[in-house]
T-cell receptor, first 115, second 114 residues
Framework: EAGVAQSPRYKIIEKRQSVAFWCNPISGHATLYWYQQILGQGPKLLIQFQNNGVVDDSQLPKDRFSAERLKGVDSTLKIQPAKLEDSAVYLC?????????????FGPGTRLTVL | AQSVAQPEDQVNVAEGNPLTVKCTYSVSGNPYLFWYVQYPNRGLQFLLKYITGDNLVKGSYGFEAEFNKSQTSFHLKKPSALVSDSALYFCAVRGETGANNLFFGTGTRLTVIP
């Protein structure tokens, strides 16, 4: 079974530039998550989708971050404009359902460096 | 409010010795507890979870964890450590009520010394 795919793996940009990350979840998984993992910290949820609808985006900085999952499969996370403090690894995860007991399966992440 | 504490940033253990990685939590309602492992340049991998039932949970790669409700702890254990167990370990929790998202600790780096 193929895992969660993410691209690119690495991205370096200058502050105020824009960047986009792509995620393709495990086939059949209805729930998709985007996390931000700053160096030395645990992952922090940015947004959760159930199919193509947003379940939780309470921690997404909506003035600069946006995400979509138009067809309920793959997803894109965008940052516009980027700030220095956005330097982090952006992890995508999926699960078969959004239930409390379901484990999440993570992709390899995209490491973003903002200069 | 949900929180997870991993009190040790770093744990060193000799190969073949038992290992313990500590985790305590605070949630609303009953807890749903998870352990994940992160190897260099790879995403987090699920190890095990506690939902209900037996307090001792067995997971992947010989790891187990013990749920202790009175101490609000969920320590990760393994009877005999391998060098290949060296990685970053994260404890995570969801509460039965309140915020639905998975809340992660700051991680513990385990180094197994040959």
């Amino acid at each position: 079974e193929a895992g969660v795919a993410q691209s690119p793996r690495y991205k370096i940009i200058e502050k105020r530039q824009s960047v986009a990350f792509w995620c393709n979840p495990i086939s059949g998984h209805a729930t998709l998550y985007w996390y931000q993992q700053i160096l030395g910290q645990g992952p922090k949820l940015l947004i959760q989708f159930q199919n193509n609808g947003v379940v939780d985006d309470s921690q997404l900085p909506k003035d600069r971050f946006s995400a979509e999952r138009l067809k309920g499969v793959d997803s894109t996370l965008k940052i516009q404009p980027a700030k220095l403090e956005d330097s982090a690894v952006y992890l995508c995860a999926s699960s078969s359902e959004g239930g409390l007991s379901n484990e999440q399966f993570f992709g390899p992440g995209t490491r973003l460096t903002v200069l | 409010a949900q929180s997870v504490a991993q009190p040790e940033d770093q744990v060193n253990v000799a190969e073949g010795n038992p290992l313990t990685v500590k985790c305590t939590y605070s949630v609303s309602g009953n807890p749903y507890l998870f352990w994940y492992v992160q190897y260099p340049n790879r995403g987090l991998q699920f190890l095990l979870k506690y939902i209900t039932g037996d307090n001792l949970v067995k997971g992947s790669y010989g790891f187990e964890a013990e749920f202790n409700k009175s101490q609000t702890s969920f320590h990760l254990k393994k009877p005999s450590a391998l060098v290949s167990d060296s990685a970053l370990y994260f404890c995570a929790v969801r509460g039965e009520t309140g915020a639905n998202n998975l809340f992660f600790g700051t991680g513990t780096r385990l180094t197994v010394i040959p």
